[in-house]
Nanobody, 124 residues
């Protein structure tokens, strides 16, 4: 099993930055695909970004150019650097691990382990 713990959320103003972190318990973290999803109140879970075990990255159009995903395999941690935050970025952000390596990084059902989420609130 994989236990994921997100951190780094908070309340910021539009234009500010945050860095989210997700710590994974698994010793085999380096072979997992990792993703970030978000869910706003009353909305469905939405893909944000993902990074494959090989380092390939993928971003939703809504965050492209503003967010950067990275991973530190030595620390079993994936990061999401969020710059130029907008009110529409307000959501609970979840990290997820794909241990089956299905290859569809933007699909929520490709991920089999999820963190508890961290709240990001962006005010005007």
């Amino acid at each position: 099993q994989v236990h994921l713990v997100e951190s780094g959320g908070g309340l910021v103003q539009a234009g500010d930055s945050l860095r989210l972190s997700c710590l994974a318990s698994a010793r085999t973290f380096s072979v997992f695909h990792m993703g970030w999803f978000r869910q706003a109140p009353g909305a469905a879970r939405e893909f944000v970004s993902a990074i494959s075990r090989s380092g390939m990255t993928l971003y939703a159009d809504s965050v492209k150019g503003r967010f950067t995903i990275s991973r530190d395999n030595a620390k079993n941690t994936v990061y999401l650097q969020m710059n130029t935050l907008k009110p529409e970025d307000t959501a609970v952000y979840y990290c997820a691990a794909d241990t089956t390596l299905g290859g569809v990084l933007a699909a929520y059902d490709a991920y089999d382990f999820w963190g508890q989420g961290t709240q990001v609130t962006v005010s005007s």
